[in-house]
């Protein structure tokens, strides 16, 4: 968890759903962070950069 907070921007990661139940959308999550939390373990230990991770996260993307 901490890997993945220091490898994305503060204003990407909210409060937990549950905190936010009232005005929370799933939708938001899913456009902000659109992969599975296992890819994002993987590119987050494997990137050895942020330039790497960034690549390697449109290229998840794109390659679906």
Do not use: N
């Not at 968890?1 to 759903?17: D, G, K, L, V």
């Not at 902000?32 to 690549?55: C, G, K, N, Q």
């Amino acid at each position: 968890m901490r890997q993945f907070y220091r490898a994305f921007p503060a204003t990407m990661i909210s409060e937990t759903p549950s905190r936010k139940f009232i005005s929370f959308d799933l939708r938001d999550l899913a456009r902000a962070f659109p992969l599975p939390w296992s890819d994002y373990v993987l590119l987050i230990r494997r990137s050895r950069s942020p330039e790497a991770l960034a690549f390697y996260h449109t290229e998840a993307l794109r390659g679906g």
